[in-house]
């Protein structure tokens, strides 16, 4: 009788997972080079009706660039909307599924394949290469994801923005579905920076000590995110290319603002303020080390929402204290 219980509870929980993956726009692979057809398949949920079309949109605006009316099964991008490869200014888009005028599923992420700008670090703080001259090979293409860390202070739900860091994104990714951040100290948390504001929580090392990593690293890379309170950045050493594994939530725009263009900030907690709140009030000395720190127990990635349903980032809920 358990094994029959099991294996129902295997079956419908295996429903369960799959039918959001039946109702959404899926890439066929990561990379396409340019010039060259994209093909994916359009999955919309059992007796769904309505035209079915793929609307590509800008992220950071909300703009719809194009519609293209599409049908279920496979079909090719690069034949639906030409401007993919034609654009003198490609930038990161996404893909959006709508079925009888509603979207469905998460988006496709569609990142331009360009030469990345190189960090000249100087004096005033770093810089970049100029914009021009970058090679434009293709798109990497995946599915809109969130990812959810689960700490011994609740939750924290941070979506990304793959328009504003599209190489860091696909890193932490990468490293969260790769199980990286299971057991990790909080090893840094500065509840109040010299002039009265609140700085940030800090993790991703796994000796808990500031100076580990996941044995590999990526260069900074430029990002205008604003740092503000539930915005999650690169931690890095005075060298910029050496974005790892470490990242910080931010806890305050007066306490972070001073590292806009500095730091790669990727994306933003829509969920768990009251978490970092938790963590802010940990007791530390003055080094932002604590006798008994929080933990990220395990990260993972869910999908994201349809873009008209993104959910807006968390807000402090409480009062910033006035500059001393």
């Known amino acids: 009788m358990k094994k029959v219980c099991l294996a129902l509870v295997m079956f419908f929980g295996a429903c369960l997972v799959a039918s959001p993956a039946r109702a959404q726009l899926t890439p066929n692979r990561e990379y396409y080079g340019i010039n060259r057809s994209i093909p994916m398949t359009v999955s919309t949920p059992p007796g769904a009706g309505g035209a079915i079309e793929i609307a590509l949109i800008n992220p950071g605006s909300g703009e719809e660039v194009s519609t ?26 996404l893909a959006q ?11 496709v992420v569609l990142v331009p394949m360009l030469t990345p700008r190189t960090a000249i670090p100087g004096k005033g ?8 001259n970058r090679a ?13 860390f689960e700490t011994t202070e609740g939750e924290i739900e941070i979506a990304l923005r ?10 932490i990714l990468d490293l969260v579905e790769g199980g990286f ?9 500065v509840a109040m920076t010299s002039n009265g504001h609140p700085f940030v929580v800090q993790f991703g090392d796994p000796t808990g000590m500031g100076n580990g990593g996941p044995g590999r690293m990526i260069d900074l890379e430029p990002s205008d995110l604003p740092h503000d309170f539930g915005v999650i950045s690169m931690a890095r050493t005075p060298d910029p290319n050496t974005n790892g594994s470490q990242v910080f939530l931010c806890l305050s725009r007066p306490g972070t603002q001073f590292l806009d263009g500095q730091y790669t900030s990727f994306g933003c907690a829509v969920r768990g303020a009251d978490t970092l709140i938790r963590m802010e009030q940990t007791p530390t000395d003055e080094s932002g080390r604590a006798a008994s720190p929080p933990v990220v127990t395990r990260a993972y990635t869910v999908p994201a929402p349809p873009y008209d349903d993104r959910p ?13």
């Open 312 to 324: 807006a980032c968390v807000e402090r809920p409480e009062p910033i204290p006035e500059e001393r």
């Open 68 to 93: 293209a009316a599409a049908a279920r099964g496979g079909v090719d991008l690069a034949s639906l909307f030409p401007v993919l490869w034609t654009s003198a200014n490609p930038e990161t888009l």
């Open 125 to 132: 703080g770093v810089t970049f290469s100029p914009d021009k």
């Open 181 to 189: 951040y299971t057991d990790i100290q909080v090893h840094r948390i």
């Open 136 to 148: 434009y090979s293709g798109v990497r293409a995946y599915t809109d994801k969130h990812i959810v």
């Open 97 to 107: 599924l709508v079925v009888g005028g509603k979207q469905i599923g998460p988006p």
């Open 162 to 171: 793959p328009d504003k860091a599209p190489n860091t994104c696909r890193h």
